[in-house]
């Protein structure tokens, strides 16, 4: 074999080290990108995994207070003693218990009684301006018996609820001594579906 002379030997030793030197750059390089790659990967995993929102847990309910259990009832007893006097308003303003719906609300004492009065009202001819102001609430309660009963106890305030003479218009004065805002106890059965109010008691005391 002819041998290579010497500048020959040296420029190839040259070559092989050019090579290596760019195989090693490229080298580098190659792992540069795969390093960053992989850096960018987890790094948009570890961005992904923390937006994911963490599951919420709903907050315990808050317990209510306790319910009347008799308080549908409370309000259907209210209902009728307002229907009733709604209709006795409607009855004296008029002086005629016929033309109203009283004896659907009342029955017994309290019809009897509304009706004398009325009775009064057209002997005198006078009726009935206004109306009372009334704030009762249910103070007993029984729908145990056989006909369900309840006590309603108001105060009634009357200074609105003015009697004037049918002709003229004209204010009739009181009677002496006549308290314009009282308590009342009203006695009330459950007649089937309806409420009924049987007596209303006044009390001698002002509230």
């Known amino acids: 074999m002819t041998a290579l002379p010497s500048s020959a030997r040296s420029a190839a030793r040259d070559g092989r080290k050019d090579r290596i030197a760019r195989y090693g750059a490229m080298a580098i390089a190659v792992g540069v990108v795969l390093l960053v790659t992989s850096c960018s990967g987890d790094d948009k995993e570890e961005s992904k995994q923390s937006s994911t929102p963490a599951a919420s847990i709903p907050e315990p309910s808050k317990s209510s207070a306790p319910s009347d259990p008799q308080a549908a009832d409370k309000r259907d007893v209210l209902a ?4 009733y ?3 006795q308003v409607k009855a004296y303003s008029k002086a005629n218990v016929e033309a109203t719906d009283l004896d659907k609300y009342a029955s017994a004492d309290a019809l009897g009684r509304a009706r004398s009065d009325v009775l009064s009202l057209q002997k005198a001819g006078v009726v009935a301006k206004g109306a009372p102001v009334n704030h009762p609430e249910v103070s007993d309660l029984d729908m145990d018996r056989q006909v ?4 309603v106890t108001d105060c009634l305030d009357v200074s609105k609820w003015t009697r004037v003479k049918k002709k003229t218009g004209e204010t009739v004065a009181s009677p002496k001594g006549q308290l314009k805002k009282y308590t009342a106890t009203i006695n009330t059965e459950k007649w089937g579906k309806q409420w009924m109010i ?3 008691t006044p009390k001698p005391r002002s509230c």
């Open 198 to 200: 049987l007596k209303v």
């Open 85 to 87: 006097w709604s209709e």
């Open 80 to 83: 009728a003693y307002r229907a």
């Open 148 to 151: 369900p009963r309840a006590t």
